[in-house]
Structures are given as C-alpha cells and as structure tokens.
C-alpha cells in the first residue's frame, strides 16, 4: 500500500493502527464492520422482497426498518429490569438451574470457586466447572464467549452476596438496549414537492433476469428428469418422434 499511494499511508498513519486493523483493535470496536450476526439479522428483518422493482424495495426497505426501531424502542422504554428483556429470561433460566449446583470455595481473595453441577436420573450431570470470578471467566465457557455469566458463576455471585450486574457486560443492561434504538425517522416529502435533478436513472435492460409469464426454473436437470420413453413422443404437428406439440420448432399451422 505505501509503494502503491504514498498518501493513502500517510493517511493511515495518522490515524492511528487502531481504526483501521482489527489485530490492533483491543476493545473489539470493529469500526463499522457488519458481523455476520448482524447482517443476518438485516436479512432476516428485510425478508421477503426479493424479485420486486427498486423503487418498492426502497420504500419497503425504509417501512420495514422504521417498524423495526419503533417496535424495540416501545419494548425498551416498557422494560422495568435493568437488563434487556430477553437477557433477563437468561438469567432467570439461569438463575434457576445455579439452585442445584454444589460449591466449593477454593481462594476467596483470587476468586477461584470449584462448581459441581447435579447428577440426573439419566447417568448425566455432576460435571466440575472452575470459575475465575475476577478475571469472569468459566471452563464451561459460557461466560467468556457470550460476555454473561453461566449459571455457575451466577451461583458464585450470590456467594458472595455481589451485584448481578457487577458481572453481566453492559451492552446487555436495558440502558444500552434503549440507546440502540433511540434513532428518529421522519416520514418522506410528497414527492410532487421534490427538486427536480435534471437527470432520470437509465435501466440496462441487457442485464434483465426475469421476463414476463411464468419464470423458468433454474434448477439444472439430469437424468432423471427425462424419462425413458420420452423419445417415443409423436408430434402432433410435424410428425417427428422425440417431442411433443408444445416443443415442436415448426411453425403451426
């Protein structure tokens, strides 16, 4: 990049490395970058316009994302717990398995818990977990890859007579999740009242996929698709074995 456009890396280099690699980005910021979650939950919410003019998947675009803030933002705003609503069913499904698990404390000061979980009637359970309260992490882990705590640190928590929310990552907590959904959208301008640009979008008809009627299907076939006695066909038109009327190259008459 610095042989190719010595101004672009000076650029980068202002900057700063952090905005701009992700090896460098301790606090896993991204800068922007769409997870793959996150644009799956954009595939998800816009679902369902596929095959339809520009100008009505703009429009349905643009319902569909208001809808989407509205309805979060009315869920938030109507949350009466500190976490978000669905990471509260977490911790209560949580909270209620962490009852049947059995404790040792090995190191309070360092915060080093040993976790047995309870023995079912069907020869499972009774596994041991360690958990690492100050440094939040769990052998199940559970803790550090969702970034809230797994039932056996839950029960560690209540040990130790802390706050749930002293272990549980902020984005989770309902303050975040009203924050996320605090954009506005403002209803669009009668288009009769729009500035004329003085240019018009030109469509390339060339790369039109679909036409009018039914649409042919895609799929490759093969031989199964063709049965045997298909070569004993008689056209009604021109007389000839091997197809019918309606793939006959003749002319009608």
């Not at 803030?69 to 977490?90: D, G, I, K, S, Y």
């Not at 056996?152 to 209540?158: G, W």
């Amino acid at each position: 990049m610095k042989s190719i456009k010595p101004e672009a890396w000076e650029y980068l280099e202002e900057i700063g490395e952090k905005r701009w690699t992700l090896l460098k980005d301790t606090n896993n910021r991204r800068r922007g970058i769409l997870t793959t979650n996150i644009s799956e939950s954009f595939n998800y919410a816009l679902k369902g316009i596929r095959l339809i003019p520009i100008k009505a998947i703009i429009e349905c675009t643009f319902d569909k994302t208001v809808e989407h803030f509205l309805m979060n933002n009315q869920v938030a705003h109507n949350c009466n717990t500190r976490l978000a609503p669905c990471r509260f069913e977490w911790y209560q499904t949580r909270y209620r398995n962490c009852r049947h698990h059995r404790l040792q404390e090995y190191n309070y000061v360092n915060g080093r818990y040993r976790i047995i979980s309870k023995v079912q009637t069907i020869e499972s359970g009774g596994n041991d977990y360690t958990v690492e309260y100050y440094q939040k992490t769990c052998t199940c882990g559970k803790w550090q890859m969702q970034r809230f705590p797994c039932s056996h640190a839950i029960i560690v928590c209540l040990k130790r007579g802390d706050s749930l929310h002293s272990i549980v990552n902020k984005v989770y907590t309902n303050a975040a999740y009203k924050a996320q959904y605090a954009g506005e959208f403002f209803p669009l301008d009668d288009p009769k009242t729009w500035v004329d640009p003085g240019w018009k979008i030109k469509p390339n008809t060339s790369r039109i996929t679909t036409s009018r009627g039914r649409r042919k299907s895609r799929r490759i076939h093969n031989e199964m698709d063709w049965p045997e006695q298909a070569t004993n066909y008689t056209c009604g038109i021109c007389q000839q074995r091997g197809h019918k009327r309606n793939a006959c190259t003749c002319q009608h008459p």
